[in-house]
């Protein structure tokens, strides 16, 4: 078999590797098992869930009545009445803070607990951009790998060529080094994306909570489906349904309510008691109620009469809710511009994709056929073989990183919008 019979051989084989990152999605699957493995462990997600769960224990503390007061007095020196002298004295208090006191800090804890069920959802969307993030990125690495590999075999195939026509006297040995040389340097190439392979298993062991040694398949194809919903339709969702949005609107309803809060402080509160008077009835004593035990109520009002603390406190409040509603803009202007950057990116890999599939590979390939056989015939010499061939693995490569890059700005954009695409 001929040098240019076997090249183009392993050529096919390699052009069919290539275009195998065409639309997969049998691999999807195995995607969202990894993210569903991660939000079922990562413990950051576990943590958050906690914060909330202890969030919603916070109601009942702050909305209910604080706990009453029971007093015990005996006299030691007992004052003297007409009935007879007092002994004993049991009184039972409760404070009553004034209307709507109470149910405005429940209202303000239950908008904490939303605050915390929003902050879970970004926190479980971080998650699942990072894991996705690094299985195309370990994609990536993958299918490099086997490309390298198949460059190494053309790389034998070209060593044998330029030994043939060294040993006929019509090549140098030169041409044989030149062959080593370049073998050498894609060992180099193969050992740093090995490298790259180990850091990334790590980083998606760790989102997973797994131990960072534990082994991760080979990753062979992704789904490579394009999206085509306008931006202004993402845009739109993301700011429906962005989590950072929805804790800040649940801030600012907090914040509403402390100040509705804060002009009730110079409303007053009030403690009611009852009390128990024991009296014991003596010998001599005239009166026909002698030795009859008193009862008592008695009503305490709590003036707030010093207005300056209740202004500041209304003043305070009124700048917190001015201070989150322009936290609020902020945030939905760094969201609109998160999703026009990662839709920018979005659709320029689309048509660096689109040059790739529409004719740039084919054309390296042809061109690296064509550079074989004039080689072969003399016309070119082995340094013009091993630049086509560069070219060709330069395009394979660039390919799959840019089919790589391409998915990871869909879950940029993803991530943008809230955790999913409209």
Known sequence: MSVFSRYAGILIMSFALVLAVLPARAQTPRLEA?????????????????????????RPQVASYSDPVLTYTRWLSSPETRVGPQRNVLAFGQQIPYPGKLSLRGDMSGEETAVETAGIQSIARDIAYEVKSVYYDLFRVDRSLRILEDYLVLLETFTGAAEEKYATGSGSQADVLKSHVEASEILKRRITLEGERSALVARLNGALSRPPDTPVDRIAAIDTTRYAQPESLVVERALEVRQELEAVDARIRRNELGLRLARLGNRPDFTVQASYVTVPKLEGNPASDAGKDAFGVMLSVHLPLFRKRTRAGVQEAMARVEESRYARRSIRDAVAAEVAEAYGRLRHSGRALDVYEQGLITQAENSVLATLAAFQSGQMDFLDLLDAERMVLRTRLGYVAETANYRKYISRLERAAGGSLP
Not at 49 to 55: F, G, I, L, T
């Open 34 to 58: 990894l993210v569903a493995e991660a939000l079922d462990r990562n413990p950051a997600l576990q943590a958050a869930r906690h914060r909330r769960a202890a969030a919603t224990h916070r």
